[in-house]
Antibody
């Protein structure tokens, strides 16, 4: 069974940093690209970042470019999101999501809440 | 950026009725459009991909249609568990996916 479990969320002050993790199991993690998607409270979904299976290709949404860094460790079946210079508008539930064969997100984690507030 | 606009924002229907949800793209996305269902406190679930293909395990009452800029998700006969928020998503500009703002399907 495919499982994605996020962790690392919490309360952080504006300008602070946080590192999110996503532990993957039930599939060959090293064969799949991965993404982070976020959802502000009561709002819609926003794609945040993409990383290819080998980490050779990385993309970011303009809203986080230069502040967030996506990475992965295929030996540990883990995906990461390093978030620096956090702003109020980064407050959201952050999901890791695995694309299926057609590049849509067929598996999602349960999400981890990041709250940026003073 | 490709903007997806969903309508209506809220749809109030009764179980057994037919639901029709719309998603319009700011430019052509060909057939590269998906629909997701999200219930409170849960992650989204993939329903339809490439405009009209049901994802694994999705009941036949869910169907999708459209191409280019105009897309429709139809639920032929609403079950109580279908009341949720529905999002469309494009992958035409992969991997810079964008989502619509959502349609809330509520019980009338």
């Amino acid at each position: 069974e495919v499982q994605l479990v996020e962790s690392g969320g919490g309360l952080v002050q504006p300008g602070g940093s946080l590192r999110l993790s996503c532990a993957a199991s039930g599939f060959t993690f090293s064969s799949y690209s991965m993404n982070w998607v976020r959802q502000a409270p009561g709002k819609g979904l926003e794609w945040v970042s993409y990383i290819s299976s080998s980490s050779s290709t990385i993309y970011y949404a303009d809203s986080v470019k230069g502040r967030f860094t996506i990475s992965r460790d295929n030996a540990k079946n883990s995906l990461y999101l390093q978030m620096n210079s956090l702003r109020d508008e980064d407050t959201a539930v952050y999901y890791c999501a695995r694309p299926g064969g057609e590049d849509y997100f067929d598996y999602w984690g349960q999400g981890t809440l990041v709250t940026v507030s003073s | 950026e490709i903007v997806l606009t969903q309508s209506p924002a809220t749809l109030s229907l009764s179980p057994g009725e037919r639901a029709t949800l719309s998603c319009r793209a700011s430019q052509s996305v060909s057939s590269y459009l998906a629909w997701y269902q999200q219930k409170p406190g849960q992650a989204p679930r993939l329903l339809i991909y490439d405009a009209s293909n049901r994802a694994t395990g999705i009941p036949a009452r869910f169907s999708g249609s459209g191409s280019g800029t105009d897309f429709t998700l139809t639920i032929s006969s609403l079950e109580p568990e279908d009341f949720a928020v529905y999002y469309c998503q494009q992958r035409s500009n992969w991997p810079r996916y964008t989502f619509g703002q959502g349609t809330k399907l509520e019980i009338k």
